[in-house]
């Protein structure tokens, strides 16, 4: 299914709720996506799911695959490039240097 652009997805974003800024929304990140934009926006999400119950076609943005193909292109956050190098040289995502 394809995102309609109905906004419903907006009412229960925990992000949407705090930066009020299209781009971040649910909706901003399907307008994103099919433009084929994606970028670090796909960072700030809870992964809560309320989007997709809240969506009357069931439209899944599927942000981890998202997030994977950042990665995988080198475009990470510095908070995310120093949990790869905790757990690369401790094992563990959460040690503080």
Do not use: Q
Request: proline residues 4%.
């Amino acid at each position: 299914m394809k995102c309609i652009n109905c906004g419903l997805c907006k009412g229960k974003c925990p992000i949407y709720k705090v930066l009020l800024k299209e781009m971040f929304s649910p909706r901003g990140k399907a307008i994103l996506k099919m433009n084929k934009i994606i970028d670090a926006s796909f960072y700030l999400c809870t992964l809560c799911g309320f989007c997709k119950e809240e969506c009357p076609v069931n439209y899944d943005l599927k942000i981890l695959d998202e997030r994977e193909k950042l990665v995988k292109e080198g475009k990470i956050t510095k908070a995310n490039k120093r949990i790869l190098e905790n757990i690369k040289k401790f094992g563990n995502p959460f040690v503080k240097l």
